[in-house]
């Protein structure tokens, strides 16, 4: 299951990243909440191929403490990166979009 807040929903801020990007209000109260700032670092490591797409779509599947990480184009048909990950503590899996050099989740589009 993918993490979801149903109250968490568009943004008053967005914070910058030493990457060239920016994130939401409910991506912060998210990498709080599950100590996951280590997701900023992962995305930016992909920043530069990512930024020449115009809408990606970002999963990290969680299954035991392995998560699968990777990156689709706007319509999910074809793969631009994808990483294995071989420990995490994170316990819940994530899809979050990256548009107009804004990391956010599908519900602050």
Known sequence: ?????????????????MYGFVYTDSLKYFFKKFEAY???DLIGSYYPKLRKEDFCSIYIDVADDEAKFY??????????VQQ?????DL???I????TD???MFPSDY
């Open 101 to 103: 050099s804004v990391l």
């Open 1 to 17: 299951m993918s993490y979801y807040d149903p109250k968490m929903y568009g943004t008053e801020n967005y914070y910058k990243t």
């Open 95 to 98: 899809h979050l979009y990256l």
């Open 71 to 80: 990156v689709t184009d706007g319509n999910s048909k074809r793969k631009i």
């Open 91 to 93: 316990s819940e899996s």
């Open 38 to 40: 280590w997701v900023l």
């Open 84 to 88: 294995k990950i071989e420990f995490t």
